[in-house]
Structure formats: structure tokens, C-alpha cells
């Protein structure tokens, strides 16, 4: 049994959360894309946990957690964040931590590169996380790319590294007119935070399939949302891999098998963070109170949120590259104190109205179609089944179920692991 849980709009929508949540009933859980840019918030019995590289079925003992081929991984931030959930009493062993051989490692050089480049386009920024992610997957097609497993062969790992930091030099003297990297700074650094992960390399494919073959259940859990995606998301204001659930069997070294079930994470609003068009923002004070309410504020950097009305048209596009079967539809209790909820019910593009989402300078054009729907005005936290909820609210799943054309299955009414409703 295979499902993917991913992101249905701009990200952030709660996949930490619902990995958490349904892990409960999955052998493994595996991230198959991506590096530290993503946030995933996990509340539950242990604490508050914001992981950015570890798959987030890490805080239930009996999961075995993989870090898929797919991924980009910066090792001391992954140092860092093992050392955290150790110390906060997580158990963190060869047996349910396995990371990919084939996976990309993220380097001190990729970060500078991403800072740089920001640095370079100035106002006409890509409002990037500057955790390196876009340099490290350009290297990854340029095939320049260090990869987890070349820590196991050391003297070959040499040779690769230092002709490819000769190649990066150039990039960093000659475009930017910054200090060169050194070999010796960068192999220390590989020593420093690569030698304490060596024991949980492995090829994580052969894994996989075997498990798989063996009907264990697995889970992949993405990072970001749909329009985020490097093919079918918001370019360039994307990131640069593959968000989709299509790519999760890529992405973790099981292209041979198929999804059973995907889950399509969205919130009950809209938000985003980072540069590029959002047709539906909002600004001023009704913009204010949606962000307080909902504590929008970057779980890996901490930078305010945009936030708007839920987008039908940016939904309903996500829904369909996703796949998605079911969704989870998060944070409705942060909707309670508005008396009308507005709704983006299509977009208006040069005076054509659509639902369908557009692409590029069409995009950049469209103005949101923003309609009201009523409010419930009470305290939904408490609800645990669908007929818990007030009418109102009920009438919104529904509506909103109709107008993405798929299926609700969750909602929740909290961050917490037990607050939500499942339909
Ligand atoms: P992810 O990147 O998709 O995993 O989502 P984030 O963790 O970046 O952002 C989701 C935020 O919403 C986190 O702060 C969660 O604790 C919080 N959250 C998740 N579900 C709910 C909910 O139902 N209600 C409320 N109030 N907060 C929630
Ligand atoms: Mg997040």
C-alpha cells in the first residue's frame, strides 16, 4: 500500500500535521524531494517540533524513516536537527532513519551561491529560503552534484570534489566577484557532519521494493504544495524539484511501483510565502486579522505570511496535478472569528472570467472574483465528528468540496495530533 500526502496550494498547508497523524496506521514514511527549506510543525505528546529534513514519521518509535534519492540534503543543518529530536528524548537508530546513497548533498558553496544570486537580482528577487535548494538541484542536472553515498568512498569522493570545486570557482570569482571556496574548508566540513551519518546510508530503492514486496505500508510525504511545483507550479517563483505526488516513487527510488492513495493537504485560506503572483491576497486589516489568526508565520524562517481567501481556481489546479483522491482540509478553527468568509471563486484575466489557472503574464494579469459566504462566529476547536459542526461550517467543506471536485475527508479544528474531524 502506497500514499502520498501532499501539498495542494503554495505550501505550508499542514502536511507535517497529517503525516503524524495518519503514520499511525504506516510501516514507513519516506520524503522523496526537496532539502531544510520545507516546515513541517508537528504538536503532539513529546513537544513542538519543526523539522525541515526528517521525514515526520521520526516521532512515532515504530516507523522506519527514509530520506529518498529525490532529496537535497545540507549536513550540518541535518546534524543539527537529529541532534534536537535526540535530545528532546526522540529515538534515532540505523533501523528507522535510512538515507538514500543517491541523495544530493546541499554544501556550504550552494548556500553561498543562493545568497549571491538573490543579492544579484535585488528587487526583482525569487524570494528564495537562501538554503542553497535551487543551486544544489542546478548542479544535480549539471552532473556536478556530491552525492550521500560518495562519503562511503572517500578517495574517490576526493578526486569528484576537487574538480568540482575548481568548476564552482569560476561561477563564484568570475560571475559574483566573491571569495573563492577552498577544498580543504569544504572537506573538513564533509568530515565534520558527514562521518556522524555514515552508519544510516544505504541504498534506501532495494529497501523500499523489498518492504513494498513484504505489503508493508508506505507513506510519502512532500514538501511544499502544487503551484510550487519546478513543471506545473507558479515559475519561476517555484521550487526546484518535483512537489507532486507522480514523482514520489521517482524521488524515492521505487519508480517501479504505483500510488494506491493520495491525500491533498489544503488550508481553509490561502497563503504564501516568497515572491511572484497571488491572485487572491489580501492586504490592510482583514489581511492582518486572518495572519494573527493563524500564526502565518514561516515555519523555516519565520517571515510573515501573504494570506487571502481559499483560491478555487489555484485549489481546483492543484487537486488535479496532485492526483489527489481525498483531502485534508486544515484549519477551519482559524476561520471562526469571521463573520462573512471570503471566497476567490474564479479569476478575471483581461476581462474573461475563468476557473481554470492561468499561465505566466496571464497570471501575472489576473484579479481574484472574490465572493462571501457566512461565517460560523462560535468555537469549532472542540468538534471531533462532522455533525459537531455548526451549519455554516458544514455548508463550507461542502461547498468547497463541490468546487475542487474531490472528496473531504479530513478537516481539522487544531494543530494538535486528536484535533480533527474525519468525514
Ligand atoms: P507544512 O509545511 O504543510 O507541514 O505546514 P506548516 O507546519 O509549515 O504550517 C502549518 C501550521 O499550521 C503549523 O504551525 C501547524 O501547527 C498549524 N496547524 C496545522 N493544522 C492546524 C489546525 O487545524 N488549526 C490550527 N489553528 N493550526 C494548525
Ligand atoms: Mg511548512
Known amino acids: 500500500m502506497l500514499s502520498a500526502i501532499v501539498g495542494i496550494n503554495w505550501g505550508d498547508e499542514g502536511k507535517g500535521r497529517m503525516v503524524d497523524l495518519l503514520s499511525e496506521n504506516y510501516d514507513v514514511v519516506v520524503r522523496y524531494q526537496g532539502g531544510n527549506n520545507a516546515g513541517h510543525t508537528v504538536i503532539n505528546h513529546l513537544g513542538k517540533f519543526i523539522l525541515n529534513l526528517m521525514p515526520s514519521g521520526i516521532l512515532r518509535p515504530e516507523v522506519v524513516n527514509v530520506m529518498g534519492n529525490g532529496m537535497v540534503i545540507d549536513l550540518e543543518h541535518l546534524h543539527k536537527e537529529m541532534g534536537k529530536l535526540i535530545s528532546a528524548g526522540v529515538k534515532i537508530t540505523p533501523e528507522n532513519l535510512k538515507i538514500s546513497d543517491r541523495a544530493v548533498i546541499c554544501l556550504p558553496y550552494h548556500v553561498m551561491q543562493d545568497c549571491l544570486e538573490e543579492e544579484r537580482l535585488a528587487d526583482a528577487k525569487y524570494g528564495s529560503t537562501r538554503r542553497g535548494i535551487a543551486p544544489v538541484y542546478g548542479d544535480k542536472y549539471m552532473k556536478k552534484a556530491i552525492r550521500i553515498g560518495d562519503l562511503l568512498q572517500p578517495e574517490a569522493l ?181 463573520e462573512k468568509i471570503p471566497v476567490c471563486v474564479a479569476y478575471d484575466v483581461n476581462g474573461t472570467i475563468t476557473k481554470n489557472f492561468p499561465f505566466g503574464a496571464d497570471l501575472d494579469a489576473a484579479k481574484p472574483v472574490v465572493e462571501y459566504v457566512d461565517g460560523w462566529n462560535c468555537d469549532i476547536t472542540k468538534c471531533r465528528k462532522p455533525e459537531d459542526l455548526p451549519k455554516a461550517a458544514l455548508d463550507y467543506v461542502r461547498y468547497i468540496e463541490k468546487e475542487v471536485g474531490c472528496k473531504i475527508k479530513y478537516v481539522s479544528v487544531g494543530a494538535e495530533r486528536e484535533e480533527y474531524i474525519e468525514f
Request: glycine share 12%; net charge negative; charged share 25%.
Open 158 to 338: 576526493k578526486k569528484h570534489l576537487e574538480g568540482v570545486i575548481e568548476w564552482k570557482n569560476l561561477t563564484i570569482e568570475k560571475v559574483y566577484g566573491a571569495q573563492p571556496v577552498s577544498f580543504d574548508a569544504i572537506w573538513e566540513w564533509l568530515k565534520t557532519y558527514g562521518d556522524p551519518i555514515k552508519e544510516f546510508i544505504c541504498d534506501t530503492s532495494l529497501y523500499l521494493d523489498e518492504a513494498e514486496k513484504a505489503g508493508k505500508k508506505i507513506m510519502f510525504e512532500a514538501q511544499l504544495g502544487a503551484l510550487r511545483d519546478i513543471d506545473f507550479g507558479i515559475y519561476p517563483y517555484t521550487s526546484s524539484s518535483n512537489t507532486i505526488a507522480a514523482y514520489a516513487p521517482i524521488g524515492s527510488g521505487i519508480p517501479n511501483h504505483k500510488l494506491h492513495n493520495v491525500v491533498g493537504v489544503m488550508k481553509a485560506y490561502s497563503t504564501c510565502v516568497g515572491e511572484g503572483p497571488f491572485t487572491c491576497e489580501m492586504f490592510g486589516k482583514e489581511a492582518e486579522d486572518l495572519r494573527e489568526a493563524g500564526g502565518e508565520y514561516g515555519a523555516a524562517t519565520g517571515r510573515p505570511r501573504r494570506v487571502g481567501p481559499f483560491d478555487i481556481p489555484a485549489s481546483r489546479y492543484g487537486v488535479r496535478v496532485q492526483g489527489a483522491d481525498e483531502i485534508a482540509l486544515t484549519k477551519m478553527d482559524v476561520l471562526s472569528g469571521f
